[in-house]
């Protein structure tokens, strides 16, 4: 059985070959991403690099700052050179799935400033199309009900909200999160996005499209750089 830890650690150090001294940097939320933040941890302590990071959840706050990486609010660094943040599932269009960890609304706002994004994961997120993981969509906590019934309504497609109704996951910034059972049927994620983002009571949904850049994939084999051919990295 492959070492499903070994592939994550192996994707998430293999990309911070992208990070340069001096970079402002996006940093993702989740148990892959975990290693590159280690990665650049040391690489401050140990090779004197100099960066400055903007985390996406209080995780990842508290993470880079046991790791003495000096962190900084995403209104104070305006723009970013790069955000390297795991997902859930990746399309072969470099569309996304996100939000498994619930960080989704601070993720996408971090990817949207930032000058490109590196995804890290393991050949299992590697989806012909998303959907098969159940899409997050962050709400407003008195609105999840109303947009559970457009959800059904709209796309036919049901909604569970996290953490069950007697205790539901709450996020960093306060709201719920719905898991929407799409299956693997979103083969335009920019329309689904475009179409979810105007039902009353959405604060984000966790699809990431046009801001990938590239994929560092471990496998069973060894670690895969795809670069996004319609991307922004040279
Ligand atoms: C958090 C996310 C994560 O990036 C995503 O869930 C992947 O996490 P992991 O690397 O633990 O599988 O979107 O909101």
């Not at 892959?32 to 960066?51: L, P, Q």
């Not at 990071?53 to 995403?74: C, D, F, K, N, Y």
């Not at 859930?88 to 498994?100: A, M, R, T, V, Y």
């Not at 994004?117 to 609105?143: C, S």
Request: hydrophobic share 40%; aromatic share 4%; glycine share 12%.
């Amino acid at each position: 059985m492959a070492d499903v830890e070994g592939l994550k650690r192996e994707a998430g150090v293999t990309a911070c070959s992208f990070v340069r001294s001096g970079m402002k940097l996006g940093l993702g939320t989740g148990s892959t991403v975990k290693y590159t933040i280690i990665e650049i941890g040391r690489m401050i302590s140990e090779d004197g690099i100099e960066v400055v990071g903007v985390p996406t959840s209080e995780s990842t706050r508290e993470l880079a700052e046991s790791l003495g990486i000096p962190l900084m609010s995403i209104s104070e660094a305006g723009s970013l050179d790069l955000t390297i943040d795991g997902a859930d599932e990746f399309d072969p269009k470099f569309s996304l799935i996100k939000g498994g960890g619930g960080a989704l609304t601070r993720e996408k706002e971090v990817a949207l400033i930032s000058d490109s994004m590196i995804v890290v994961a393991d050949d299992r997120k590697k989806v012909p199309v998303l959907g098969e993981f159940d899409l997050p969509i962050e709400v407003d906590p008195e609105l999840w009900s109303a947009v559970s019934d457009a959800i059904r309504s709209s796309s036919g497609v049901g909604s569970s909200l996290r953490g069950g109704t007697e205790s539901p996951y709450v996020t960093d910034n306060g709201g719920f999160i719905l898991d929407c059972k799409f299956g693997p049927t979103i083969v335009d994620p920019a329309n689904l996005e475009a179409h979810i983002l105007s039902i009353d009571g959405v604060v984000q949904v966790g699809l990431f499209v046009g801001l990938c850049d590239a994929v560092v994939m471990s496998t069973g084999s060894g670690v895969q750089t795809i670069i996004n051919p319609a991307g922004r990295l040279p």
